[in-house]
C-alpha cells in the first residue's frame, strides 16, 4: 500500500500514475498534506475506475466523513479510534484502524476492523514485533507500516503480514522532481515480485 505524502496536486498525479505503471493499483493519500480531500476528490474523478484511492493518517469521525464525501474509497489511521471505525462501517467503507499492542488489536477487532495497520512496526521491532503478535492472533490480518521497504518487505511477509505499508521508500519525490517517474515505476515493480516471491516461499 504506497503512502503518499506529495504536497501538490500534479505530483501526486505523476506518483499514482508511475505506481500504477509498475504494477500496484492503490495508494493512501494521508491528510497530513495540504487539501488531502480535493487532492482525494481529483484523484477519484480521474482513476477511480483503475486505482484505489484511499484517505491515510484519518484521526477522527469529521476527518473520516469529510474524505468518505470527497470519494475515499478506504481508510487509514495511524491509531485506533472507534469513532473513525463506526464511520466507515455505517458508510459500508474498508476502515483500517492502527495498533502496536495486543491490547489494541484486541480492541480493533472487537470493534470489527477486518484489516490492522501495525505502526510504528520498524520501531518496535519489525518482523519480530509482527511474528510476536500473530502468535496469539493467528488469524489476524495485519498491515505493517513505518520502515517498510524491500529490504524487508520478505521478512514482514515471512513474519505474516497481509500486506505492506511503504511510504518514502516507494514514493520517491525527489525522483518525481527530477522527473524520474520511472524510479518509482522499477520501485513498485520490484516490490511486487519480491512480495510474491515471499508468499510463494512462505506457503
Not at 60 to 79: I, R
Not at 92 to 104: F, K, N, R, S, Y
Not at 140 to 152: A, C, D, E, K, Q
Not at 192 to 202: D, H, K, P, S
Request: proline share 7%; net charge neutral; hydrophobic share 45%.
Amino acid at each position: 500500500m504506497p503512502v503518499i505524502r506529495a504536497a501538490r496536486l500534479e505530483e501526486v498525479r505523476r506518483a499514482v500514475e508511475a505506481i500504477c505503471a509498475g504494477g500496484i493499483p492503490v495508494v493512501e493519500i494521508t491528510m497530513t498534506v495540504p487539501d488531502a480531500p480535493k487532492m482525494i476528490q481529483e484523484l477519484a474523478c480521474t482513476y477511480g475506475d483503475k486505482v484505489l484511492i484511499g484517505a491515510g493518517t484519518v484521526m477522527n469521525a469529521k476527518q473520516a466523513e469529510v474524505c468518505l464525501d470527497a470519494g475515499a474509497q478506504f481508510l487509514v489511521s495511524p491509531g485506533l479510534s472507534i469513532p473513525v471505525l463506526e464511520t466507515g462501517r455505517k458508510r459500508g467503507v474498508l476502515t483500517i484502524p492502527g495498533a502496536l499492542t495486543p491490547t489494541e488489536v484486541m480492541t480493533a477487532l472487537e470493534a470489527g476492523a477486518e484489516l490492522i495497520k501495525i505502526f510504528p512496526c520498524s520501531s518496535a521491532g519489525g518482523p519480530r514485533h509482527l511474528r510476536a503478535l500473530k502468535a496469539p492472533f493467528p488469524d489476524g490480518r495485519f498491515i505493517p507500516t513505518g520502515g517498510v521497504n524491500l529490504s524487508n518487505a520478505a521478512e514482514y511477509i515471512a513474519a505474516g503480514a497481509f500486506a505492506l505499508g511503504v511510504g518514502a521508500d516507494l514514493v520517491d519525490l525527489q525522483a518525481l522532481r527530477r522527473n524520474e517517474p520511472e524510479k518509482l515505476s522499477a520501485a513498485a515493480r520490484a516490490l511486487v515480485q519480491m512480495i510474491c516471491l515471499a508468499r510463494t516461499e512462505a506457503s
